[in-house]
């Protein structure tokens, strides 16, 4: 405590004043100091007050207010009035905020009162107190601990009576100042949560976005949680997609299912996003680009229709310009590719039928039969009412046959022969060649058996 005696030595150095305000103020500081020397604090404070009020810069006249302020605070400490006993040590310390003794009074009442119950004083009152040690003693780690306590039992509080803007305002104050405290990180992931729930609510999807993003990061990853950080960033990827942001969208739906992967609604919207950046216009996209964009759409969604047709048509567009310049290049195998995503698609079957029948015609000027008869086959599979087609595959299969014959390999021609009349039963030529294959074939037969009967065994 600060010893009254110290009042009138100060008095009795002198201060010069000036003016009635000054001679008033001395007037009320001489008679406060002769009430706080009789111990009677109370009385003196109005007088000190008033003589502070009329000559604030007067060092005196503070500090002989700091002593009466801190004489009444610790009374009151002693007769259980603390949230009075502090604010006048409080005080106390405002005016003289380099005495030690003051501040040691303060500090150590402030921190006794945390352990006091709250009909002695409240929750709120011991919270603020102990921001204000924290201000003039940052460093004390027993009031950093006591303060971070205090806040996380006031956030959960206001949590549960529906205040979720200070749930979650008290829990980030408390785990600054004990970042390490698992208990409060885990408590304000539940705040940031029941805050978003709230946020969405009123259709604050950003904001909402934004605090579910906190609670997982403050390990608040059950289910709820993940669950609700995907519909959210859903709900925010369609917006940006109405506003014409694809790439934000498709970034936020990304995020969705990396939080929550089997999310089908984001599962599907980021295939139309997908779908949606691949035709968009005004764009420098290559060709390659879109199409990869349109095969992730499809791998997130096999049903979405209007991938598989932006798709078809993109590929087969391609493998016609691909056809133009190199015919025999890889417009068979765009179009392949085409016809995977969409096998009914009867202009992709005609093209690839079409390329086919042309290939295959080609290497059968060049001697390929057998690379000339699997290629119409292939044609004549897409389009199998194609007489033109049928007729070339018939040809084919004779001409092949032929050549099988003159090698001796009959069993093998009047197979292909049969094969060639099926699809063109009114061929002359074709019908000839196999009348005179079977002729010989039934010729050979029976010199076999003849030969046979000579050595007497069973043909």
């Given at each position: 405590?600060?010893?009254?005696?110290?009042?009138?030595?100060?008095?009795?150095?002198?201060?010069?004043?000036?003016?009635?305000?000054?001679?008033?103020?001395?007037?009320?500081?001489?008679?406060?100091?002769?009430?706080?020397?009789?111990?009677?604090?109370?009385?003196?404070?109005?007088?000190?007050?008033?003589?502070?009020?009329?000559?604030?810069?007067?060092?005196?006249y503070k500090q002989a207010l700091a002593v009466a302020y801190n004489?009444?605070?610790?009374?009151?400490?002693?007769?259980?009035?603390?949230?009075?006993?502090?604010?006048?040590?409080?005080?106390?310390?405002?005016?003289?905020?380099?005495?030690?003794?003051?501040?040691?009074?303060?500090?150590?009442?402030?921190?006794?009162?945390?352990?006091?119950?709250?009909?002695?004083?409240?929750?709120?009152?011991?919270?603020?107190?102990?921001?204000?040690?924290?201000?003039?003693?940052?460093?004390?780690?027993?009031?950093?601990?006591?303060?971070?306590?205090?806040?996380?039992?006031?956030?959960?509080?206001?949590?549960?009576?529906?205040?979720?803007?200070?749930?979650?305002?008290?829990?980030?104050?408390?785990?600054?100042?004990?970042?390490?405290?698992?208990?409060?990180?885990?408590?304000?992931?539940?705040?940031?949560?029941?805050?978003?729930?709230?946020?969405?609510k009123s259709g604050a999807v950003a904001e909402q976005v934004e605090?579910?993003?906190?609670?997982?990061?403050?390990?608040?990853?059950?289910?709820?949680?993940?669950?609700?950080?995907?519909?959210?960033?859903?709900?925010?990827?369609?917006?940006?997609?109405?506003?014409?942001?694809?790439?934000?969208?498709?970034?936020?739906?990304?995020?969705?299912?990396?939080?929550?992967?089997?999310?089908?609604?984001?599962?599907?919207?980021?295939?139309?996003?997908?779908?949606?950046?691949?035709?968009?216009?005004?764009?420098?996209?290559?060709?390659?680009?879109?199409?990869?964009?349109?095969?992730?759409?499809?791998?997130?969604?096999?049903?979405?229709?209007?991938?598989?047709?932006?798709?078809?048509?993109?590929?087969?567009?391609?493998?016609?310009?691909?056809?133009?310049?190199?015919?025999?290049?890889?417009?068979?195998?765009?179009?392949?590719?085409?016809?995977?995503?969409?096998?009914?698609?009867?202009?992709?079957?005609?093209?690839?039928?079409?390329?086919?029948?042309?290939?295959?015609?080609?290497?059968?000027?060049?001697?390929?039969?057998?690379?000339?008869?699997?290629?119409?086959?292939?044609?004549?599979?897409?389009?199998?009412?194609?007489?033109?087609?049928?007729?070339?595959?018939?040809?084919?299969?004779?001409?092949?046959?032929?050549?099988?014959?003159?090698?001796?390999?009959?069993?093998?021609?009047?197979?292909?022969?049969?094969?060639?009349?099926?699809?063109?039963?009114?061929?002359?030529?074709?019908?000839?060649?196999?009348?005179?294959?079977?002729?010989?074939?039934?010729?050979?037969?029976?010199?076999?058996?003849?030969?046979?009967?000579?050595?007497?065994?069973?043909?």
């Amino acid at each position: 405590m600060i010893a009254t005696a110290l009042i009138w030595l100060m008095c009795a150095a002198g201060y010069a004043q000036s003016g009635a305000d000054a001679e008033k103020a001395e007037n009320e500081f001489f008679r406060g100091s002769h009430l706080l020397s009789r111990n009677q604090p109370v009385q003196a404070i109005e007088a000190l007050e008033e003589a502070v009020k009329l000559a604030p810069e007067n060092s005196r006249y503070k500090q002989a207010l700091a002593v009466a302020y801190n004489n009444i605070g610790l009374k009151y400490n002693r007769e259980g009035n603390i949230p009075e006993a502090l604010h006048l040590l409080g005080e106390a310390l405002k005016l003289v905020p380099d005495d030690k003794e003051v501040r040691s009074n303060f500090v150590n009442a402030v921190l006794e009162s945390i352990h006091l119950p709250d009909s002695k004083i409240g929750m709120p009152q011991k919270i603020a107190f102990l921001r204000r040690l924290l201000e003039i003693a940052p460093d004390n780690v027993t009031a950093k601990r006591s303060l971070a306590a205090l806040l996380n039992n006031s956030g959960v509080t206001k949590g549960r009576e529906g205040d979720h803007e200070q749930e979650v305002a008290e829990l980030e104050e408390a785990l600054a100042l004990e970042p390490a405290n698992a208990k409060i990180g885990k408590n304000l992931a539940t705040a940031y949560y029941n805050l978003a729930l709230a946020k969405e609510k009123s259709g604050a999807v950003a904001e909402q976005v934004e605090l579910l993003r906190k609670a997982i990061k403050r390990g608040g990853k059950d289910q709820s949680i993940t669950e609700s950080l995907a519909r959210a960033l859903s709900n925010l990827a369609v917006a940006k997609g109405k506003e014409g942001d694809i790439s934000a969208q498709i970034a936020l739906l990304k995020e969705a299912l990396k939080v929550s992967p089997t999310n089908p609604s984001a599962t599907k919207n980021l295939a139309a996003a997908y779908n949606n950046l691949s035709v968009a216009e005004g764009t420098d996209m290559s060709v390659k680009d879109r199409i990869a964009n349109l095969e992730a759409a499809l791998k997130l969604d096999p049903k979405n229709q209007a991938a598989k047709a932006n798709l078809s048509h993109i590929l087969m567009r391609e493998a016609i310009q691909e056809y133009r310049s190199n015919p025999d290049g890889k417009a068979a195998e765009l179009l392949e590719r085409a016809l995977k995503v969409d096998a009914e698609n009867a202009a992709l079957r005609q093209n690839l039928g079409a390329i086919y029948h042309n290939q295959g015609i080609r290497q059968g000027e060049l001697g390929h039969h057998e690379v000339e008869i699997r290629l119409l086959r292939k044609a004549l599979k897409l389009a199998p009412a194609n007489e033109d087609i049928k007729n070339d595959l018939a040809i084919a299969l004779n001409d092949h046959a032929v050549a099988l014959g003159k090698k001796g390999q009959t069993r093998e021609a009047v197979d292909y022969l049969n094969q060639a009349q099926k699809l063109a039963p009114g061929n002359k030529a074709i019908r000839e060649n196999l009348a005179r294959l079977k002729q010989k074939t039934d010729e050979k037969r029976s010199d076999v058996e003849a030969h046979a009967e000579k050595k007497g065994k069973k043909p």
